[in-house]
């Protein structure tokens, strides 16, 4: 696990100086940042996602991030879809079928079912579901006051003890 602010449960940046955090450790990283097309916050409600759930973007927390949306946050359908039909993340997509390939994918799918079922745990334990499309005004809002309102308790890195699948996407911070 990084050590990024936002991973950090009493975190007091703004919701919006963790996406900016978010987006520097990605650039420092040399991955391309994603940009939402005039009208849409698809991108920027993944991305904030990342942040008030304290996740990078690993495979590992990649995937645990997964399963914080599907049981922590409100979605409807048709923003999930609108994320994966960007074309770089269909490109993404492509490339997992030859590094690190479907198969190490799913073997590391089924190592994070303890933590998974941890995930689902604590988000039926939150106050209230965050809303996958957030809405402008929490994003002056405080991390650690949002953790709060909602009830959401994020992993430690002690609490994180997957051995990390590497590929050639893994990033070296």
């Not at 770089?88 to 590391?108: R, V």
């Not at 006051?145 to 070296?172: C, H, M, N, Q, Y």
Request: aromatic residues 10%; proline residues 4%.
């Amino acid at each position: 696990m990084n050590n990024l602010s936002f991973q950090s449960q009493d975190c007091k940046l703004t919701l919006n100086e963790g996406l900016e955090e978010y987006r520097s450790y990605l650039q420092a990283n040399g991955k391309k940042q994603l940009i939402d097309s005039p009208g849409s916050t698809v991108i920027r409600d993944h991305d904030t996602t990342h942040v008030i759930f304290g996740l990078d973007t690993s495979l590992e927390q990649e995937s645990m991030l997964d399963s914080w949306v599907f049981s922590g946050t409100s979605w409807k359908l048709k923003e999930l879809l609108a994320y994966n039909k960007l074309p770089e993340i269909k490109e993404l997509y492509k490339t997992f079928w030859h590094d690190p390939g479907y198969l190490k994918l799913a073997l590391l799918t089924i190592k994070l079912i303890p933590i998974k079922l941890k995930i689902r745990k604590r988000a039926k334990q939150m106050k209230k579901k965050w809303p996958f499309t957030s809405p402008d005004y929490l994003m002056d809002q405080r991390i650690c006051d949002l953790r709060e309102e909602f009830g959401i308790k994020i992993f430690t890195a002690d609490e994180i003890t997957v051995k990390p699948l590497i590929w050639s996407g893994t990033l070296k911070n």
